[in-house]
């Protein structure tokens, strides 16, 4: 296609009732004719669907097949497309919805957190080329053994990077319920600094260090095929937002911090008393791999007798599952025993200067220190430093670090 396309993408949120759902046609309409672009439109589940699925499920079985749960979870964002498509109709608007499937998104054969491997943009084209707008479920794609699959928790936004980076597009704009990516959750600290631009590789960390405002993959998918990505509010009118860029494009420098990020969604392993002997750590993270859990951060230390302790972090929606598995190893090495704890935050800051402003790292400790609050368990990279601390500490230990390194001076 010659024309240049469009992609937005509007969460449950922004497509919460009727009315909301009127306001979001008004906005494709008008971006429509105002870039006179093909426009794909990507929507999440209308406000709290997904929760609600979930819970009607918790409902009926605590143990339910990974197939069906998909199955469920899918049809949340089949209603919104269908009754965003029916407004435009109602408006005057050529448009048309698609479910994943339709719109050839064809994913791993993974239930809960499949990856995009491939999209067959072709149904998509020719609809644009009937001048329609193209409305397409996020969060869901179809696995080679046509099985109807998801993304994991806030896919949609990766379902609008992938089908934007298939399609070309000019650009893929987020719009969501907050006015652009803040130096920390606004509904957490107040007096935020909100950004204009963030570079890629912040955003990833932030994202995937538990600031939901984007889902990590369409981070990491936008950087990798270069695509201009911008978070916008979908209730301020000529909101632009914050512009995701790339590192070379941040005409001011890189900030040391740029913003803290909480994530409560973590639960912590503990396997205590197993030989300090090689080829262990193997023995328990590869069985956990199997399974598709992925691990977090890693302690291992020493007690006594040449026995050690391996403590580590997973998600907690798959804390059931590792507590299972580890359960087996220990009996397997001989541990003494396994313990678990869910009531852990991991606080996060995350800046591209990092690496050339000595006492960032000191700096947080002592801040967290100062208040009495607790390290667990400490992890560093290039562009982050991460603690795990008690979940009650969360609120407090965000916006005293937030403070500290003076964040709401940033824009
Ligand atoms: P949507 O339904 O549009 O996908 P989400 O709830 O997934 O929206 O993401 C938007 C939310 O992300 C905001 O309401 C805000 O509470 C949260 N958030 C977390 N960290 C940040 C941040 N650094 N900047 C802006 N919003 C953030
Ligand atoms: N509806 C899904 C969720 O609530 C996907 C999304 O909103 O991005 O997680
Ligand atoms: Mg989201």
Same mark, same amino acid.
């Given at each position: 296609?010659?024309?240049?396309?469009?992609?937005?993408?509007?969460?449950?949120t922004?497509v919460?009732?009727p009315?909301?759902i009127?306001?979001?046609?008004?906005?494709?309409?008008?971006?429509?004719?105002?870039?006179?672009?093909?426009l794909?439109?990507?929507?999440?589940?209308m406000g709290?669907?997904?929760?609600?699925?979930?819970?009607?499920?918790?409902?009926?079985?605590d143990?339910?097949f990974?197939?069906?749960?998909?199955?469920?979870?899918?049809?949340?964002?089949?209603?919104s497309?269908?009754?965003?498509?029916?407004?435009?109709h109602?408006?005057?608007?050529?448009?048309?919805?698609?479910?994943?499937?339709?719109?050839?998104?064809?994913?791993?054969?993974?239930?809960?957190?499949?990856r995009?491997?491939?999209?067959?943009?072709?149904?998509?084209?020719?609809?644009?080329?009937?001048?329609?707008?193209?409305?397409?479920?996020?969060f869901?794609?179809?696995?080679?053994?046509?099985?109807?699959?998801?993304?994991?928790?806030g896919?949609?936004?990766?379902?609008?990077?992938?089908?934007?980076?298939?399609l070309?597009a000019?650009?893929?704009?987020?719009?969501?319920?907050?006015?652009?990516?803040?130096?920390?959750?606004?509904?957490?600290?107040?007096?935020?600094?909100?950004?204009?631009?963030?570079?890629?590789?912040?955003?990833?960390?932030?994202?995937?260090?538990?600031?939901k405002?984007?889902?990590?993959?369409?981070?990491?998918?936008?950087?990798?095929?270069?695509?201009?990505?911008?978070?916008?509010?979908?209730?301020?009118?000529?909101?632009?937002?914050?512009?995701?860029?790339?590192?070379?494009?941040m005409?001011?420098?890189?900030?040391?911090?740029?913003?803290?990020?909480?994530?409560?969604e973590?639960?912590?392993?503990?396997?205590? $008393?197993?030989? @300090?002997?090689?080829g #262990?750590?193997?023995k328990? !993270?590869?069985? +956990?791999?199997e399974? *598709? %859990?992925?691990?977090?951060?890693?302690?291992?230390?020493?007690?006594?007798?040449?026995?050690?302790?391996?403590?580590?972090?997973?998600?907690?929606?798959?804390?059931?599952?590792?507590?299972?598995?580890l359960?087996?190893?220990?009996?397997?090495?001989?541990?003494?025993?396994?313990?678990?704890?869910?009531?852990?935050?991991?606080?996060?800051?995350?800046?591209? $200067?990092?690496? @050339?402003?000595?006492? #960032?790292?000191?700096?947080? !400790?002592?801040? +967290?220190?100062k208040? *009495? %609050?607790?390290?667990?368990?400490?992890?560093?990279g290039?562009?982050?430093?991460?603690?795990?601390?008690?979940?009650s500490?969360a609120?407090?230990?965000?916006?005293?670090?937030?403070?500290?390194?003076?964040?709401?001076?940033?824009?």
């Amino acid at each position: 296609m010659n024309q240049k396309i469009l992609v937005q993408k509007f969460g449950g949120t922004s497509v919460g009732s009727p009315d909301r759902i009127r306001a979001v046609a008004d906005i494709c309409i008008e971006t429509k004719e105002k870039e006179n672009c093909g426009l794909v439109v990507i929507v999440s589940a209308m406000g709290d669907t997904t929760d609600d699925l979930i819970s009607l499920m918790d409902q009926i079985t605590d143990d339910p097949f990974d197939r069906e749960v998909d199955m469920l979870l899918s049809t949340g964002e089949q209603i919104s497309v269908a009754l965003l498509t029916m407004a435009l109709h109602k408006k005057g608007q050529k448009a048309i919805s698609f479910t994943g499937w339709q719109a050839g998104i064809k994913t791993e054969s993974i239930h809960s957190k499949a990856r995009i491997k491939d999209i067959d943009t072709s149904r998509i084209l020719e609809a644009l080329k009937e001048n329609k707008i193209v409305i397409i479920t996020g969060f869901q794609g179809i696995s080679e053994e046509k099985e109807i699959t998801t993304l994991g928790r806030g896919g949609s936004d990766t379902s609008a990077v992938a089908i934007a980076a298939a399609l070309k597009a000019e650009r893929c704009d987020i719009y969501t319920d907050v006015d652009a990516v803040h130096t920390a959750d606004p509904r957490i600290v107040k007096n935020t600094g909100k950004l204009k631009y963030i570079t890629y590789n912040e955003m990833l960390e932030l994202a995937a260090r538990g600031a939901k405002v984007l889902h990590p993959r369409s981070v990491e998918t936008a950087k990798s095929f270069n695509l201009p990505l911008r978070v916008r509010s979908s209730w301020e009118k000529n909101n632009v937002g914050t512009l995701i860029i790339k590192d070379t494009q941040m005409l001011e420098g890189k900030h040391g911090v740029t913003g803290v990020a909480i994530d409560l969604e973590q639960a912590r392993l503990s396997i205590i $008393g197993v030989a @300090d002997t090689p080829g #262990i750590s193997y023995k328990i !993270f590869s069985k +956990l791999a199997e399974k *598709n %859990i992925s691990v977090d951060l890693i302690i291992q230390s020493i007690s006594s007798h040449n026995l050690a302790e391996v403590d580590f972090t997973v998600k907690k929606s798959d804390l059931k599952k590792a507590k299972q598995i580890l359960e087996e190893t220990a009996k397997e090495l001989n541990a003494k025993s396994i313990t678990s704890d869910d009531s852990i935050a991991k606080i996060s800051i995350v800046g591209a $200067g990092m690496i @050339d402003e000595a006492g #960032i790292a000191a700096k947080m !400790f002592e801040t +967290l220190g100062k208040n *009495n %609050i607790n390290i667990q368990m400490i992890s560093t990279g290039e562009i982050h430093i991460s603690c795990i601390i008690n979940e009650s500490d969360a609120e407090k230990a965000i916006n005293l670090i937030h403070d500290a390194f003076e964040l709401h001076k940033l824009k």
